[in-house]
DNA sequence: ATGCAAGGTTGATAAAGTCAACTATGTGGG
DNA sequence: CCCACATAGTTGACTTTATCAACCTTGCAT
């Protein structure tokens, strides 16, 4: 296997686990509504705009994410006090539940990738996952 | 950054960045494409059934895809000899100047991801990586 | 005030993926 | 041989996901 495939069956074991974990919950969200779910959660008086920019997805997409998620209940929007024209969004007393399975789920997936492996090995994973990356931010700016 | 991240950030980065050499080089292809491409490539008496279960996809959307291929003049298809049901499918000429294009791109943006970094670093990648993948096969089989 | 940028919504459409029906061929058991 | 059933592939209809452009409102700088 080489690097390529190692980085593409670890993504895609993930999402497929994940995937797997959240239907057997039964939580009916795709995978927008967990990202969506995870930048509100982690982002103060998050806007449409930050998860746009965060998630790096068309505007639109997201608009209509954001109304799906409102309707559904997930999510809470009030006006913003500074701008207008900004719409702040957080998570209801149900879209903090779901969101906080949500990192349950995963805690328990990441412990599943990490079984057997040490210390040392994790943060050596890490360590060079951080350095390829560093290698293809440069190499774009060249 | 924790593992998933890390997954996912290495996932992504090589996707942006082979999506963006195969622009630049305008061979006008998709993901789909690119996958097909090199399924086609790596498997002796191609069919589109096999190419469905490598590539894990329902067979409509392959059968539309490999006709799109056709058309495109990338692939050629002849009955099998064996089997009057089944097709077999191969680069054509040009759809095998592609796939090597692709290679090459594939292999420089590998290159783009190890500099910097020792074979000893990469071995112990690749290690962690597979221990990691066998973690979760086991668990699936629970 | 005016003109331009930014946040967000909407309509139209494209692209990707899924489901079910169908044709033609192959296979195994009576 | 005949039958039921499985397999390879194709097609139509549909859903989901993503993208583009137009538009409205608000903010900001000159």
Redesign the interface.
């Known amino acids: ?4 495939e ?6 895609q ?2 999402r497929m ?1 994940i995937k797997e974990a959240v239907n057997a919950n039964e939580l009916g969200l795709n995978g927008m509504h967990v990202r969506c779910l995870h930048a509100i959660a982690n982002c103060p008086q998050c806007t449409a705009n930050a998860i746009v920019n965060q998630l790096g997805r068309d505007k639109a997409q997201i608009a209509r994410l954001i109304k799906d998620m409102l309707d559904k209940g997930w999510l809470e929007k009030h006006a913003s006090e500074f701008d207008k024209r900004s719409q702040i969004l957080s998570l209801s007393s149900s879209g903090k539940q779901i969101q906080q399975q949500l990192v349950k789920l ?1 805690k328990q997936l ?1 412990q ?6 040490t210390t040392q ?2 943060d ?3 360590r ?6 560093a ?2 931010t440069e ?2 700016w060249e």
């Open positions: 296997m080489n690097l390529r190692n980085i593409f069956a670890l993504a074991a993930y686990h995963e990441e599943s990738f990490k079984s057997g492996l090995e994790l050596e994973f890490s060079i996952s951080s350095k390829m990356l290698n293809l190499h774009s």
